[in-house]
């Protein structure tokens, strides 16, 4: 591994490249934090992706890209004179240590769940009216329960079991098949919302990260898929030449290999 010298001339090049970048390259200079948004959540996107796949050359491509995008960033809130790179970090330091009142301070914690309900604690006493103003708007609704559902548990509003969880999951389950059978379409979608959210929840208790495992099951699928497809063409058939039986064949093979 690279020394923390090695490590700084190495950052320190890439705020180089992008100063030359922003001065004589035209694509570079008509970006605005605007235009980058959109790249930026693709390049974060693909790096989730690399980690998924435990691909370690492309995740430190991919953190690479999502540097690129956070150095562009501090450069042109460099150019309005509202923030630099040194601003963007020392403020992040400012508040990790902040945050940290058990390696900075004397407060005592005595395990994970303690530093996390002291994180949201010091996070309403900086002056913010909500445990919830930290949850982006923008964030895909898997993720957003997730991240609700972490947040208010830090500060206490949570269950005490997995297994009461699991109640109000077959709870709302009987509330969603109610409704299915009256037929009411609205209130389907709602009750189908309340156990997406409910399994997220319950998801939270069994230490599993919902978006990871569906993302998983995604990959999963596709590969059995994609492997049901090309025995279809072997016998020079299309999927829809099959019939359900034909297909469970290849469908029960892919999951075996």
């Known amino acids: 591994m690279n020394s923390r010298e090695e490590q700084l001339q190495a950052f320190d090049r890439l705020l180089t490249i992008m100063d030359e970048l922003r001065e004589k390259c035209p694509w570079d200079q008509k970006q605005t934090?605007?235009?980058?948004?959109?790249?930026?959540?693709?390049?974060?996107?693909?790096?989730?992706d690399a980690i998924l796949d435990k691909d370690m050359e492309e995740?430190?491509?991919?953190l690479g890209d999502v540097l690129l995008h956070l150095v562009f960033y501090a450069k042109i809130g460099s150019e309005t004179s509202d923030f630099d790179i040194a601003d963007v970090t020392n403020s992040i330091c400012e508040k990790l240590i902040s945050r940290h009142p058990h390696i900075y301070g004397d407060v005592e914690v005595a395990d994970e769940e303690e530093v996390k309900k002291n994180w949201e604690n010091l996070k309403l006493k900086e002056g913010k009216k909500s445990v919830l103003e930290g949850v982006p708007r923008s964030l895909p609704a898997m993720v957003k329960a997730n991240r609700i559902q972490d947040k208010v548990a830090g500060v206490g509003f949570d269950w005490e079991e997995p297994q009461q969880v699991f109640e109000k999951l077959q709870e709302e389950l009987g509330e969603l098949q109610h409704e299915v059978n009256t037929d009411n379409k609205d209130e389907i979608e709602a009750e189908f919302g309340d156990v997406l959210f409910s399994m997220i929840n319950y998801a939270r208790f069994l230490k599993v990260n919902p978006e990871n495992a569906l993302e998983r099951?995604?990959?999963?699928?596709?590969?059995?898929?994609?492997?049901?497809?090309?025995?279809?063409?072997?016998?020079?058939?299309t999927l829809r030449d099959m019939t359900l039986a034909e297909m469970d064949v290849f469908w029960n093979e892919a999951k075996k290999l």
Do not use: C, D, P
């Not at 980058?36 to 996107?45: A, G």
């Not at 995740?59 to 991919?62: A, G, L, R």
């Open 33 to 48: 934090m605007e235009s980058l948004r959109h790249l930026t959540i693709e390049e974060t996107y693909e790096l989730g």
């Open 59 to 62: 995740v430190k491509k991919e």
């Open 217 to 237: 099951t995604n990959k999963k699928f596709i590969k059995r898929f994609q492997y049901l497809e090309e025995k279809a063409r072997e016998r020079n058939k």
